[in-house]
């Protein structure tokens, strides 16, 4: 099972050029897919549906969309309203099916400067071949690590929560002539879950250091409850984003695949692509197999 995450930045390569469709040839060899900066409806982008975009250039997969915020880009002709909405979120896509979805919107701060939007988490209940697992496909705050950590304790509350909320609906219809759940029983909501995203920061930051827990006592122990960074887990050191600093070119890991600690025996590899320039971000891979 091949998982990616990868920033897109709305089609805009590290060329400079808008193209969405390197950008879904990079991601068509996997089978859960994770990405962030995806929009609807800007002028930047020819006002293009870019959601739609990807399911007509990847029509074997089941996908979902979850935008950070919702804004008027509507037009009139003189006798009637266009209406278009203009959006900025994250995407999924999947070759088996999304059972559930929803969106969670992350704590942020109002700025003077430089400029801060809203942030989402797009969660969703995929039905793999290792069972059914939440995925969440996140962007994180890249104005400062204060956000970053109000995000992360929010994910990490509502995974906490997981058990005791449930799914988007739980219970047994009382008004089954109104068949609000079309006949389907409740869905799982497993506390098996994978995040996959741009988060960031890197592997020794502060934000790391909330997601993973501190080092435990005994070297290699997996909390129940807690998430393992796969890169770092396969004894992997990969870089998917270049900054140039003071001239000089400064390699990062900003985007990272977390674990629970029952897919930990699944990882079996990580990899990146730096010669990929369909983002501004590299795309990064993890594979996982079963148990062995």
């Avoid at 058990?163 to 869905?187: C, F, I, L, M, V």
Wanted: hydrophobic share 35%.
């Amino acid at each position: 099972m091949k998982l990616l995450s990868y920033n897109i930045q709305y089609g805009f390569g590290a060329d400079g050029q808008y193209d969405l469709t390197r950008a879904a040839k990079v991601i068509g060899g996997a089978d859960i897919i994770a990405l962030q900066e995806v929009e609807r409806h800007w002028s930047r982008t020819g006002h293009d549906d870019q959601p739609a975009i990807l399911e007509r250039l990847l029509p074997n997969y089941y996908t979902a969309y979850g935008p950070g915020f919702d804004m008027d880009a509507s037009s009139t002709d003189g006798t009637r309203v266009i209406n278009r909405r203009r959006q900025f979120g994250t995407m999924i896509l999947s070759r088996w099916p999304i059972l559930w979805t929803r969106l969670h919107l992350l704590p942020m701060r109002r700025m003077l400067t430089p400029l801060n939007t809203q942030n989402p988490a797009l969660e969703a209940l995929i039905l793999t071949p290792l069972g059914p697992i939440r995925v969440i496909s996140l962007h994180l705050a890249h104005v400062g690590s204060e956000e970053r950590l109000a995000q992360i304790d929010h994910l990490l509350h509502l995974h906490a929560q997981t058990a005791r909320s449930g799914p988007p609906w739980s219970g047994t219809d009382d008004e089954p002539s109104r068949n609000w759940t079309e006949s389907q029983p409740e869905p799982p909501c497993p506390q098996t879950a994978i995040w996959l995203g741009d988060f960031n920061c890197e592997p020794e930051s502060r934000e790391h250091a909330r997601i993973t827990g501190a080092t435990p006592y005994h070297p290699g122990a997996l909390y129940a409850d807690g998430f393992t960074n796969a890169v770092a887990h396969l004894g992997q050191t990969l870089h998917t984003h270049e900054k140039i600093i003071a001239g000089a070119t400064r390699l990062r890991q900003l985007d990272h695949c977390f674990v629970t600690g029952d897919l930990v025996p699944h990882l079996r590899r990580a990899w990146t692509d730096n010669a990929e320039i369909a983002s501004d971000h590299h795309p990064l891979w993890v594979e996982l197999g079963a148990a062995g």
